[in-house]
């Protein structure tokens, strides 16, 4: 296993490289309040035919903290900034809990680089809501 770091939207961002020399690559995103240390399984038994990416979200594990508070957009974006540092395209991409709604964003973000997602417990995007839609639950709610 081969640990990394790259600076990436303010913070330095731990990542480990392991696995197959050859192969298709498989990005493994932890859950929140976590490290990738809870994918080393995963890592181990994937790492037989795929080279394996592991990052440490920033503020989880061996990563620094973001300089501010940051959405689910810029964890995101640390994950594209180190995929292309890697040269890594079209990953499976597994994500647990929080990481599998940083997953989805970047499926729906870069749909050309993801060969598949693999989804566990995953937290998903949540989506806008209007004025009309928390109007009509509530009123709905305060009749019933």
């Given amino acids: 296993m081969k640990e990394k770091f790259l600076h990436s939207q303010g913070c330095v961002v731990r990542y ?13 995103l932890h859950g929140w309040g976590c490290s990738a240390d809870t994918m080393v399984s995963i890592g181990q038994i994937a790492g037989s035919t ?3 990416l592991a990052i440490d979200f920033p503020g989880h594990g061996g990563s620094e903290e973001p300089p501010g508070i940051w959405g689910v957009e810029e964890y ?8 292309e540092h890697e040269n890594i395209l079209r990953p499976v991409m597994l994500g647990h ?6 997953c989805i964003l970047f499926a729906s973000m870069y749909p050309d680089n993801v060969e598949k997602l693999v989804l566990v ?7 806008r809501r209007t004025l009309r839609y928390y109007v009509k639950v509530y009123s709905f709610k305060a009749m019933k």
Avoid: C, E, N, Y
């Fill in 121 to 127: 417990d995953a937290a998903g995007i949540k989506p």
């Fill in 76 to 83: 995101t974006q640390a994950v594209s900034d180190i995929m």
């Fill in 16 to 28: 480990t490289i392991s696995g197959a020399s050859q192969g298709p690559w498989i990005v493994l």
């Fill in 50 to 52: 795929h080279r394996v």
């Fill in 97 to 102: 809990s929080f990481g599998g709604r940083v």
